[in-house]
Each structure stands twice: as C-alpha cells, then as structure tokens.
T-cell receptor, first 112, second 111 residues
Framework: NAGVTQTPKFQVLKTGQSMTLQCAQDMNHNSMYWYRQDPGMGLRLIYYSASEGTTDKGEVPNGYNVSRLNKREFSLRLESAAPSQTSVYFC???????????FGSGTRLTVV | QKEVEQNSGPLSVPEGAIASLNCTYSDRGSQSFFWYRQYSGKSPELIMFIYSNGDKEDGRFTAQLNKASQYVSLLIRDSQPSDSATYLCAVGAGGYQKVTFGTGTKLQVIP
C-alpha cells in the first residue's frame, strides 16, 4: 500500500535546464495537487487536477506545467529552471475537495 | 494579512502535559479545517479534520473549532517526545484551490 509516490527524491539542476517530477497514487483518488514548500512561506499550491482530464492553476503556477496522464499519475514540468524554483515539492491526492490530503515524500530541488 | 495564521513557536511542553496549538483564519466562508503533522525533512501527515463548531476527539488529539471567532485549535494530551514536530493548520473555503496552509507551529516535547 504505497499511497503517493514521488520521484526523484533529490535533484540538482542548472539554470535553464528542464525536468519533470513524477507522482503516482494508488488510492483511487480523484484529485491530485502539486505544492511547493519554502521556509517561512508554508505550502503553496502550484497546480491541481480535480479529476482525470482536468488541470487548473493554483497560487504560484508561473514557470510550471502539469499533465494528468491518467487517474493515477500527475506530473509537474519545469521547462526552464530558475534559482527561484529551488524548493521542496510535494504531490498530494484526495478523494474530493472537502477531504484531507495524502502527501508524497517530496522532491528536494536545487537550481544553481 | 496572512489568511491562516499560526504562531511559529517553538512551543515547549514537558512530557505528559497538554500541548495547545492555535490557528486563526480570515475567510468567514471557510468550511473545512485540517491539522497536519510534519516531522523535520518529511512530508505532512493528516492527523485531524473538523467541519462543525465544537470539539472532535481522536485518541490523544482534540480539534476545536469556533467559527464565530474564526479560530481552530489542536490539543494533544499526554504529550510524548515523538509528538515533537511542526503542526500545520489548513483551512478550506470551498473549491479545490481554496485550501490555505498556515506556516506551522513547531512543538518540542521535553522528556
């Protein structure tokens, strides 16, 4: 019973490089989310997918794109990484909008 | 003004005492309230949720909600050193992007 699986756990990028963060959940949840967590700023929503086939912007979407590949998988892409995107990224899923979230273990990303 | 406010702490309590963690929110339309525990270097873990005014108990944890005062709290009875973590308050105002997290309160339980 894996829950929410994120890969990779750590990544160092050079400014301008691109990468995709992968997320998969095995709980049959409808909704999936990408957050970033920075010291003193809490968790901020980047993008979310209310259900398979839909995606929407959150609070801080600039510089990111997402794909809801199927009900299980929701990926986050950085097209041209910037130092301001250095952060810890969490994927989460939930059964619905009034439900709490199950978080993945996170990706610690450093952009140099 | 932050939408969800928490004292960053650290809040230090002796082992066996009651830890009281507080959270205020600004959106009167908020409907759902969550407490997450986050150990250092780990991901947040949901420990309690509450939707209605009053108290909700689950083991050693009690969530308290007062919508009139826009205040939600988490009580941890018989605190243990393993409870030492950062506790995040999250408030949902309806809609998938309307969940706002506070910055968390760091709790230290002293043996």
């Amino acid at each position: 019973n894996a829950g929410v699986t994120q890969t990779p756990k750590f990544q160092v990028l050079k400014t301008g490089q691109s990468m995709t963060l992968q997320c998969a959940q095995d709980m049959n949840h409808n909704s999936m989310y990408w957050y970033r967590q920075d010291p003193g700023m809490g968790l901020r929503l980047i993008y979310y997918s209310a259900s398979e086939g839909t995606t929407d912007k959150g609070e801080v979407p600039n510089g990111y794109n997402v794909s809801r590949l199927n009900k299980r998988e929701f990926s986050l892409r950085l097209e041209s990484a910037a130092p301001s995107q250095t952060s810890v990224y969490f994927c989460a899923s939930s059964p619905g909008q009034r439900s709490g979230y199950t978080f993945g273990s996170g990706t610690r990303l450093t952009v140099v | 003004q932050k939408e969800v406010e928490q004292n960053s702490g650290p809040l230090s309590v002796p082992e066996g005492a009651i830890a009281s963690l507080n959270c205020t929110y600004s959106d009167r339309g908020s409907q759902s309230f969550f407490w997450y525990r986050q150990y250092s270097g780990k991901s947040p873990e949901l420990i309690m949720f509450i939707y209605s005014n009053g108290d909700k108990e689950d083991g050693r944890f009690t969530a308290q909600l007062n919508k009139a005062s826009q205040y939600v709290s988490l009580l941890i009875r018989d605190s243990q050193p393993s409870d030492s973590a950062t506790y995040l308050c999250a408030v949902g105002a309806g809609g998938y992007q309307k969940v706002t997290f506070g910055t968390g309160t760091k709790l230290q339980v002293i043996p």
